[in-house]
């Protein structure tokens, strides 16, 4: 039987990430690596513990930046194929982003061919970049527009009138692009993929013939209980042996996903609400964002349970609020409440808004137990300010 972790003892707010679950979710992927031949990647937009990327990087090919900050980070604590894709590249960046990055991802080919002759020279290993080009299918099943990115006017990727466009008045301009990339999912299933491909193919087929390397982007769940891996091994052997490529996916979400917990206390409580020392707007953004309610562990739905409070964190922000539980005893200051799947998109996406301190960083294993990672005070807050 797993040994539950003790949060009692915990200061709050603090994130643990329980590294057996992660190992779980890690090993799923090496999985389909090693029965599909396909090259995995951390999206380190939705996870960046870099304490854990050592033991990331004994199951994954290495990492994807969407940032020269980011690259940097993948490059100094994982190691591995350095990947990076932005909307568009600083110049007086892209001499440091060269020195880290194996692949190096356009958002299109006239920013290609602007970059192109810088590109061109050898990598850090003497080797010469990779590089591809994002395409946008113009297909998409996002739920939420903010995170749609074929929605009408979307400034992430190429579509195939702008590709071909392109290459009219530069017929040359795919010499020395070995790749393309789409993203296009959010929190989806293989099904989704299945049917995003036939509108990548549709649109792109003829070019991809050409490529090395094509890469399905992110937004696959691949760690969640119900998702159907079979499906998602066949769409890549297809596209492997159709094409004749290399497959690479870049989870992030899907890496992280159940592994870790927002440990809070109870501050105060006033009639049916519950002040915590936990932001909804400065420690979990995304419940706003997204929006969603996450779980909290020993706790139901709304007058599930005998007494239903509403958590709201303690900013001036009126809308600071996660959302509305029951539990089966009333709640008290100093009582900790544990919410669910809180890994991914929290420490990347956390503030300091209101100078509400930013949560600890722990970890926890069975030999080591829980480890203080990383504590957080008043010169982080003053740090991002002038």
């Not at 599909?36 to 990331?56: D, V």
């Not at 527009?145 to 466009?165: V, W």
């Not at 036939?198 to 649109?203: A, R, S, T, W, Y």
Request: aromatic share 10%; proline share 4%; net charge negative.
């Amino acid at each position: 039987m797993t040994k539950q972790i003790d949060f009692s003892q915990i200061k709050t707010p603090a994130y643990i990430v329980d590294e057996r679950l992660l190992q779980k979710n890690l090993q799923v992927f090496k999985n389909i690596m090693d029965r599909t031949g396909c090259r995995i990647l951390l999206a380190q937009k939705g996870f960046s513990m870099f304490s854990l990327y050592p033991m990331i990087g004994n199951y994954l090919s290495g990492t994807t930046a969407s940032s020269l900050y980011e690259a940097k980070l993948g490059y100094e604590e994982m190691g591995g194929e350095t990947h990076i894709f932005a909307p568009a590249y600083r110049a007086e960046e892209f001499s440091e982003i060269l020195s880290l990055c194996d692949h190096i991802v356009f958002n299109s080919i006239e920013q290609w061919l602007c970059f192109k002759e810088k590109v061109q020279q050898p990598n850090r290993n003497g080797k010469h970049h990779t590089c591809g080009i994002r395409i946008n299918p113009e297909y998409a099943e996002v739920e939420h527009e903010i995170y749609n990115p074929c929605c009408e006017g979307s400034r992430l990727g190429t579509t195939i009138t702008d590709f071909e466009t392109a290459l009219e008045k530069n017929p040359d301009a795919l010499n020395g692009i070995d790749g393309l990339h789409f993203h296009v999912m959010c929190e989806q299933n293989s099904d989704t993929l299945e049917r995003v491909l036939i509108h990548v193919e549709q649109k792109f087929e003829k070019y991809m013939y050409q490529m090395k390397w094509i890469n399905f982007g992110g937004g696959h769940h691949i760690t969640r209980p119900d998702y159907d891996i079979e499906l998602l091994e066949k769409c890549i052997n297809r596209i492997k042996d159709k094409y004749k490529v290399t497959v690479y996916l870049e989870p992030g979400e899907a890496v992280a996903l159940d592994t870790g917990y927002l440990i809070s206390s109870v501050m105060d409580i006033k009639g049916s609400a519950a002040i915590i020392d936990a932001s909804a707007s400065c420690h979990m953004p995304d419940v706003l964002e997204m929006p969603y309610r996450p779980e909290i562990i020993d706790a139901g739905k709304p007058y599930e349970k005998k007494y239903t409070y509403r958590l709201g964190g303690n900013t001036c922000l009126a809308g600071d609020i996660v959302g509305d539980y029951s539990f089966d005893k009333p709640l008290s200051p100093g009582d900790k409440i544990a919410f669910c799947d809180m890994a991914h998109y929290s420490m990347v996406k956390n503030n300091t808004f209101n100078g509400i301190g930013l949560p600890s960083i722990l970890s926890y294993n069975d030999i080591e137990g829980i480890k203080i990672i990383k504590e957080f005070g008043y010169d982080d807050f003053k740090g991002r300010l002038s």
